[in-house]
């Protein structure tokens, strides 16, 4: 028996139409409502959970976009931050998205996320490089929402991202991004 040696995962391919990767997304607001719209068209095409992610670079553009495929992918990693952080990560070939190869930041670098990250996501965000966090609903919204655990977070979450230099900011579009968790709860969606 041979070992997997390679790990292959890809976002549904209605992601292609769904966003415009050429204009900017200016306010705090356009990028998380971004992240919502990817959340609520993965649930409609049954192509995974009702989280989106989106990258945001330099003059507020997108660099990559994520959502949950942990299902239809077969990985419990594959979600929505994780996949929008690995796709930008290869885009610009670094692991730190705001350090170029010369280990200098090359400008600010956002993930709008339509809700608050798990604990993975959470880990992934402390290392991926990026300089700001904007949030939808919140973990407490996920969990009576849905029967997801978003798992154990350290008391003070975002102090700790603040440290470490990144900005939250909590409650942008929540009650459109509870509306996505809402409409997914009722439709008897899986826990991953």
């Not at 990767?21 to 607001?29: E, L, Q």
């Not at 600010?108 to 959470?122: E, G, R």
Request: hydrophobic share 40%; proline share 5%; charged share 20%.
């Amino acid at each position: 028996m041979m070992l997997y040696a390679q790990v292959h995962l890809t976002l549904p391919v209605w992601v292609q139409d769904a966003v415009d990767a050429g204009r900017p997304y200016p306010s705090d607001h356009d990028k998380v409502a971004l992240a919502v719209d990817l959340s609520r068209r993965n649930i409609e095409a049954g192509t995974g959970g009702p989280f989106g992610a989106v990258v945001f670079g330099p003059e507020d553009r997108i660099v990559a976009i994520g959502v949950n495929v942990v299902l239809p992918q077969h990985t419990s990693l594959a979600h929505a931050e994780n996949m929008a952080y690995m796709l930008a990560q290869q885009r610009l070939q670094r692991a730190r998205l705001n350090l170029n190869e010369q280990g200098e930041r090359d400008g600010s670098y956002t993930l709008a996320t339509s809700s608050q990250p798990c604990c993975q996501c959470y880990g992934a965000t402390v290392w991926a490089g990026i300089d700001r966090l904007l949030i939808g609903a919140r973990a407490e919204d996920v969990m009576a929402l849905t029967e997801f655990d978003e798992g154990p977070l350290p008391a003070d979450w975002i102090g700790e991202l603040g440290k470490r230099g990144v900005e939250v900011t909590r409650d942008i579009a929540r009650e459109a991004a509870c509306d996505v968790l809402r409409e997914y709860g009722t439709r008897g969606g899986a826990k991953y």
